[in-house]
Nanobody
């Protein structure tokens, strides 16, 4: 059974930082690309960042480029999202997901975590 478990969310002031983690089990982690998505209240789930299985290819949404960094540790079956210079509009539930491809399309992801809440106060 595949499990993706996010952690590291919380409440932070604008301009602050958080580091999200996603621990994977039940799949051959090093063969999957991993992505982060987020969903704010009343909005659709949107792409944030993705990383290839080897870590040598990354993609970012324009809204987070230069502020967020995705990385992975295949030895620990974990993907990370370092979020700096946080803004109130970054407030959302953040989800990690696994895909065979480094893509931005939500429907191309096979497995999803339950999400972790990130709240940025102004």
């Amino acid at each position: 059974q595949v499990r993706l478990v996010e952690s590291g969310g919380g409440l932070v002031q604008a301009g602050g930082s958080l580091r999200l983690s996603c621990a994977a089990s039940g799949l051959t982690f090093s063969t999957y690309a991993m992505g982060w998505f987020r969903q704010a209240p009343g909005k659709e789930r949107e792409f944030v960042a993705a990383i290839s299985w080897s870590g040598d290819l990354t993609k970012y949404a324009d809204s987070v480029k230069g502020r967020f960094t995705i990385s992975r540790d295949n030895a620990k079956n974990t993907v990370y999202l370092q979020m700096n210079s946080l803004k109130p509009e970054d407030t959302a539930v953040y989800y990690c997901a696994a895909s065979r491809l480094v893509v931005v399309t939500r429907t191309m992801y096979d497995y999803w975590g339950q999400g972790t809440q990130v709240t940025v106060s102004s």
